[in-house]
Structures are given as structure tokens and as C-alpha cells.
């Protein structure tokens, strides 16, 4: 099972990105953050709001250093049809996982339905797993949350319940 403060699995996939297929790894973001996100079904209800939802803040990721990747077990082939028709808007690689290796190594597959639960894990240059939220098919995440704990993190200090940027962090008392 991943844990934060883990090593973040590796990964390698075809990935569709802004009218292309490629095939992008962990290792082509190294130094930078990762935002990676699993969402369950192409051609869904909730999936379309979320991927919107990042594609309107990406830029606010990229100042941060972060590259954002989405993730689901359709194939290239359908990640091209939805986006072409229905998100045009979204430009960041979504990942391919059709042989369900990722989604495992995250432990989001719902092994009876070769989907993936909705989750979101921050990792950071050097690799390691610093976040992870993963929540039920039907409730979307919230993309604000993601990018304020994205902040959070590289703050480097102690943040407090509804911490937001430009608010003093708490530090340790000096002895």
C-alpha cells in the first residue's frame, strides 16, 4: 500500500495530450512537482467537471513548478474521441492506464469494474509521496484544495487548519 512519505511508484503510460499520443514517464518530471489525479470513466458526469477544473488552474500549477497529469483506465483512443468533443480545454497528459498497473500501484482500481476511484496525490521533486486523498466515484474533488495544499507544501512550514497563502505558517519555538 502507498503511504505518504513514501517513494511515489514510478510510472510509464501512453498518454493523450493536446491532440497527441505520447508516452510520458515519472522520470520526464523530475525536479519538478506532480499533481497526478485518477479519475474513473471517460464520457462521465462528475469527470468532465474535474478535468475542467484543472485544466482552469494549471497555469497556477506551473508557477508553483508542478505539472499536472490525469490518469484513468480508458484508452488513448477514448481519452482523444471525449476530449475532442467534450474538453477541448484540457491540455495537461492524461495517462492510459488500460493494464491497470498504475491505478494498482496507487491503490485506487476497483479491481471488479477496471476503474479507478478519484484520486489525488501530490509528489514532489524528489520524488516522494507528500499527498494523497482518494474518495468514491460519485463525490468530485476540489481543484482550490489541491492547489492550496500544493502551496502548503512548499511553504516548508507548519500550516495551520485553513492555512492560505500569504498567512504566516507556524513556526517552531526557538530554545
Known amino acids: ?21 505520447i508516452k510520458i514517464s515519472s522520470n520526464d518530471y523530475k525536479k519538478r512537482w506532480v499533481v497526478l489525479f485518477f479519475y474513473p470513466r471517460d464520457f462521465t458526469f462528475v469527470c468532465p467537471t474535474e478535468l475542467n477544473g484543472m485544466a482552469r488552474l494549471e497555469p497556477e500549477f506551473k508557477k508553483l513548478n508542478a505539472v499536472v497529469v490525469g490518469a484513468s483506465t480508458d484508452s488513448v483512443f477514448s481519452h482523444k474521441a471525449w476530449f475532442e468533443r467534450d474538453l477541448p480545454s484540457v491540455k495537461y497528459p492524461v495517462l492510459a492506464d488500460t493494464n491497470h498497473a498504475i491505478a494498482r500501484a496507487y491503490d485506487v482500481l476497483i479491481e471488479e469494474s477496471g476503474e479507478a476511484l478519484r484520486g489525488t496525490f501530490i ?53
Do not use: H
Not at 147 to 168: I, S, Y
Open 1 to 21: 500500500m502507498i503511504k505518504v512519505g513514501q517513494k511515489a511508484p514510478p510510472f510509464i503510460a501512453d498518454a493523450y495530450v493536446n491532440g497527441q499520443t
Open 123 to 175: 509528489i514532489d521533486p524528489e520524488g516522494v509521496l507528500q499527498y494523497a486523498v482518494v474518495s468514491n466515484l460519485n463525490v468530485g474533488r476540489s481543484t482550490d484544495e489541491t492547489l492550496r495544499v500544493l502551496q502548503a507544501l512548499q511553504t516548508g512550514g507548519l500550516c495551520p487548519v485553513d492555512w492560505k497563502p500569504g498567512m504566516p505558517t507556524l513556526d517552531k519555538k526557538k530554545k
